[in-house]
């Protein structure tokens, strides 16, 4: 199972000045089974919302509640958030020098499941993984983004799903950078896992292209830290030809 509820989210965000209030009342159920995608222009929340999900320290739940098939995420530490079955595909993901992909997969696969890894099954999971992911097999030695492009890094978080198989997965502008064949590639990627029994996807996005692949069971509009407007499909569609202003102030 994997229902994301999120009722009436209050986010403050730490800046220079104090706390300053980013998300302002976020309501959005994601079913399990769903895939949901949230675009909004820029600067409206969406990181923010990802972000405080997955419990970074500079995001502040002020008010509401997330939950994951029941159980209150903002109570949680950030490990045992991704326990319950929550991963976060970052905007940008963070480079880790000296760590090895191959060694990450194996740490937080052993943290989540609770045991380590099948040595005869596992490594041939992750070459399988990198390769349906266009990386090479090196890959698995090299540290953890340290020196990738863009693009492998977004193909590197989906090889990172595919293998940590959590149960809900924020994708964070996943598409962002990626040209025609990566963005194609990621987004069969997260179709497959989205097909999986017991899954949920929340997808946010600039782009309709990868909702052409990847198609939503709603998409929700998201304007000064908030969800102005959910629809179908058909909403991704109006918003490539109309934009966003339409919703704005
Ligand atoms: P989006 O992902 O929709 O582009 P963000 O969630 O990244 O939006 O940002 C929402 C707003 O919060 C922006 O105005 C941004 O400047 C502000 N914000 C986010 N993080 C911080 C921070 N650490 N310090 C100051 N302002 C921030
Ligand atoms: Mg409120
Ligand atoms: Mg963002």
């Known amino acids: 199972m994997a229902t994301l509820v999120i009722k009436d989210l209050h ?17 959005l159920t994601v079913s399990d089974g769903q895939v949901h995608a ?17 419990g970074h320290p500079k995001y502040h739940i002020t008010q509401g ?26 905007q940008y993901p963070i480079e880790v020098p000296g760590v090895s992909m191959a060694n990450f997969l194996r740490t937080a696969k052993t943290a989540l499941a609770g045991q380590a890894p099948k040595v005869r099954t596992w490594p041939k999971q992750v070459r399988e993984s990198l390769a349906r992911m266009d990386l090479d097999a ?10 990738f492009s863009g693009g492998e890094k977004k193909r590197g978080e989906i090889a990172q799903l595919e293998l940590l198989d959590p149960s809900t997965a924020i994708l964070d502008e996943i598409d962002s950078g990626l040209d ?9 990627g997260i179709k497959a896992f989205s097909q999986r029994p017991g899954k949920s996807v929340l997808l946010i996005t600039h782009y309709t292209r990868i ?22 499909s058909e909403l991704a569609d109006n918003l490539e030809e109309k934009g966003y202003e339409q919703y704005v102030g």
């Open 11 to 27: 986010v403050d965000v730490d800046t220079e000045t104090g706390p300053k209030e980013i998300l302002k009342g976020v309501d």
């Open 65 to 90: 509640s997330v939950t994951l098939d029941g159980v209150e995420l903002s109570a949680l530490p950030v490990d045992e958030r991704a326990k319950a079955g929550l991963f976060l595909g970052m």
């Open 180 to 188: 025609i064949d990566a963005l194609k590639v990621v987004a069969e």
């Open 38 to 54: 949230i675009m909004g222009p820029n600067g409206s929340g969406k990181s923010t919302l990802a972000y405080s999900i997955a």
């Open 138 to 147: 090196e890959f698995a030695e090299r540290s953890v983004n340290e020196g």
């Open 211 to 232: 909702l052409r692949y990847v198609h939503p069971d709603r998409v929700h509009v998201f304007v000064d830290g908030r969800v102005a407007v959910t629809g179908g």
